[in-house]
């Protein structure tokens, strides 16, 4: 049977439903049935959920040098935009373009070496990207440990901004008792302010 030319959209169907199938996506099933054909429309950008946590998988087939530089423009929108916190930018081999069947499609993307850049809130600063080469399988662990590096950014980021909340709170407060101050210059050892114009006497006298 003759090859035909696999769309990039298709590709990440694939993807996105051999993570799920090692336990690490969960994506909807409107996806998973446009690649078989009993959709009528492909999604422009396949959604998985990461334990909780939207994540996007933008494609390139790996054709030339600007294959990288659009496809990681493209990622790093999806996240800026506000689409999704984690967004995985892979180039495919220019050999996975050309299949036979579906199943034979999952085969080899199974065993086949992707370069991948995950685009996250917190290192949209690179200019290019940390990309590596990696297979499925080790795909999984990339995406566990960009989800652990995240969650311990929200943390770090949600105390913060409670302790923000709490220190302002506690400045009202303080601000708003007219004892407030002279409480404070007690416990700090500062003197209280004389009067300028008792001073002024008292040095005439």
């Known amino acids: 049977m003759a090859g035909y030319k696999v769309r990039e959209e298709v590709l990440n169907v694939v993807l996105a439903a051999l993570l799920e199938d090692r336990g690490l996506l969960s994506i909807?099933?409107?996806?998973?049935?446009?690649?078989?054909?009993?959709?009528?429309?492909?999604?422009?950008?396949?959604?998985?959920?990461?334990?909780?946590?939207?994540?996007?998988?933008?494609?390139?087939?790996?054709?030339?040098?600007?294959?990288?530089?659009?496809?990681?423009?493209?990622?790093?929108?999806?996240?800026?935009?506000?689409?999704?916190?984690?967004?995985?930018?892979?180039?495919?081999?220019?050999?996975?373009?050309?299949?036979?069947?579906?199943?034979?499609?999952?085969?080899?993307?199974?065993?086949?070496?992707l370069t991948v850049c995950v685009c996250s809130e917190g290192d949209l600063q690179e200019d290019n990207g940390t990309w590596m080469e990696t297979t499925v399988d080790g795909l999984t662990e990339i995406l566990r440990r960009s989800y652990e590096l995240l969650v311990s950014e929200d943390v770090v980021i949600t105390t913060a901004t409670e302790l923000e909340a709490s220190i302002d709170s506690v400045s009202q407060i303080l601000a708003s008792n007219t004892a407030t101050p002279k409480r404070l210059r007690k416990l700090l050892g500062i003197p209280e302010e004389t009067n300028p114009d008792s001073k002024n006497k008292e040095d005439e006298d």
Not at 63 to 79: H, P, T, Y
């Open 28 to 113: 909807p099933e409107t996806i998973r049935r446009s690649v078989s054909g009993r959709e009528k429309r492909l999604p422009d950008v396949t959604l998985g959920d990461l334990w909780g946590v939207r994540i996007i998988i933008e494609g390139r087939t790996n054709n030339d040098a600007g294959s990288a530089i659009s496809l990681l423009e493209d990622a790093r929108k999806r996240v800026e935009e506000g689409l999704c916190p984690i967004c995985l930018a892979v180039l495919y081999p220019p050999e996975l373009a050309q299949i036979e069947s579906i199943p034979k499609l999952r085969k080899s993307l199974g065993g086949a070496t």
